[in-house]
């Protein structure tokens, strides 16, 4: 049981460059959601996804857009990378029949925009 | 807007110490949870604490929630290399079908030998 799976686990973009990272889950969850992580801040929520065919934006949106493709996948996409963007991605699902569930994380994508 | 806020952010201690984490939090939420990162790796769920004076222990982690103080804490008991790793609380925010978290910034733990 493969759990959250994110593509590529390395990618190293030049300012301007665009890119999406893939994230696909295999716990028949509802809720998806994109977080990054930056020293000294915690993980920050970017946008997540209630159910398949919805998305909503969270704490730190802009520069990027998603896609929730089915209820398995829920991609994240850098359309104009700017260093700023140089983080830890996680991405993460949980259960909506357990509001309370906890999340369920991916290993991350370490992104260097130069 | 909800804010989380840990301290202390980085903690030192000797093996066989104990000692406590503290996470408050702005606004109203009926779930906290606490995480665990190692180095390069990703968050491993360790509590959920959904009510007012729920504590729950696991080995020498034992963590607790007071909602009326909007703080939870996580105490370390005789604390073991092991246990060196970052903590993360987070809380649950209201709205919509979803769990979304807001996490705290973290508390880097190094147990020292």
């Known amino acids: 049981n493969a759990g959250v799976t994110q593509t590529p686990k390395f990618q190293v973009l030049k300012t301007g460059q665009s890119m999406t990272l893939q994230c696909a889950q295999d716990?028949?969850?509802?809720?998806m959601y994109w977080y990054r992580q930056d020293p000294g801040m915690g993980l920050r929520l970017i946008y997540y996804s209630a159910s398949e065919g919805t998305t909503d934006k969270g704490e730190v949106p802009n520069g990027y857009n998603v896609s929730r493709l089915n209820k398995r996948e829920f991609s994240l996409r850098l359309e104009s990378a700017a260093p700023s963007q140089t983080s830890v991605y996680f991405c993460?699902?949980?259960?909506?029949?357990?509001?309370?569930?906890?999340?369920?994380f991916g290993n991350g994508t370490r992104l260097t925009v130069t | 807007e909800l804010k989380v806020e840990q301290n202390p952010l980085f903690l030192s201690m000797q093996e066989g110490k104990n000692y406590t984490i503290y996470c408050n939090y702005s606004?109203?939420?009926?779930?906290l949870y606490w995480y665990r990162q190692d180095p390069g790796k990703s968050l491993e769920s360790l509590f959920v604490l959904l009510s007012n004076g729920a504590v729950k222990q696991e080995g020498r982690l034992m963590a607790s929630l007071d909602t009326k103080a909007r703080l939870s804490t996580l105490h370390i008991t005789a604390a073991v290399h092991d246990l060196s790793a970052t903590y993360f609380c987070?809380?649950?925010?209201?709205?919509?079908?979803?769990?979304?978290?807001?996490f705290g910034t973290g508390t880097l733990l190094a147990v020292q030998p």
């Open positions: 993460a699902s949980s259960d909506y029949r357990g509001l309370n569930s906890p999340l369920h």
């Open positions: 606004t109203t939420s009926d779930r």
């Open positions: 987070a809380v649950g925010s209201y709205g919509g079908a979803t769990n979304k978290l807001i």
């Open positions: 716990m028949n969850h509802n809720s």
